[in-house]
């Protein structure tokens, strides 16, 4: 990859962060039964980033305060830390977890396996429904390789109809819908 192709992507990762960081802050009305997930491809690091409502991942937006809302809480946590299985990559990329992040106002940061300081502040939603943001860095060891990423969220969690897919990589940037019965992301 030449510089100014780097340059491009570096570019367009940022501008993703960006909008991605202005959404959030925004509280925008989420929608049950829609995730959001953009998808950025930079050099040898691919970053996911998915925007759910709680409801879709563990059927309610509630604190998990019950013995039953709690183990719900650390199998979803559980399911999204196992991101390889979640996110499947073209095996030939040799793409490899490098790092799992799970926020939501809702759950107290340990039950989703975050240390207490990861919980932002003043992310709650005052209208009762909680969000989950859950970011995903996988390093590839041959990116040009990368051609899609099949996605098991409808499997884990059956919550989600769809899931609005933005993406962004040296070669192309785009946005699609994911459904149960459309669920990969063509990359290249």
Not at 23 to 50: I, N, R
Not at 145 to 158: P, S
């Amino acid at each position: 990859m030449n510089f100014r192709t780097r340059k491009l992507a570096a570019v367009l990762c940022s501008a993703l962060l960006f909008s991605v960081a202005t959404v959030a802050t925004a509280h925008e009305a989420h929608v049950h039964g829609v995730g959001k997930l953009d998808v950025a491809l930079d050099g040898k690091t691919l970053s996911l980033h998915l925007d759910s409502p709680l409801v879709n991942l563990i059927g309610f937006e509630h604190a998990a305060k019950s013995a039953k809302d709690k183990q719900a809480a650390q199998d979803m946590a559980k399911t999204l830390r196992n991101a390889a299985n979640v996110f499947v990559t073209t095996p030939s990329a040799e793409c490899k977890v490098s790092g799992v992040q799970l926020v939501s106002a809702a759950i107290e940061p340990a039950l989703l396996g975050e240390a207490a300081a990861n919980k932002p502040a003043g992310h709650e939603d005052h209208d009762g429904h909680a969000d989950m943001d859950a970011d995903f860095s996988f390093q590839c060891a041959y990116p040009e390789r990368l051609q899609r990423i099949d996605v098991k969220l409808f499997d884990a969690f059956k919550g989600f109809n769809s899931i609005d897919v933005q993406l962004v990589t040296p070669k192309r940037q785009g946005a699609t819908k994911l459904t149960p019965a459309a669920a990969s992301i063509t990359i290249q």
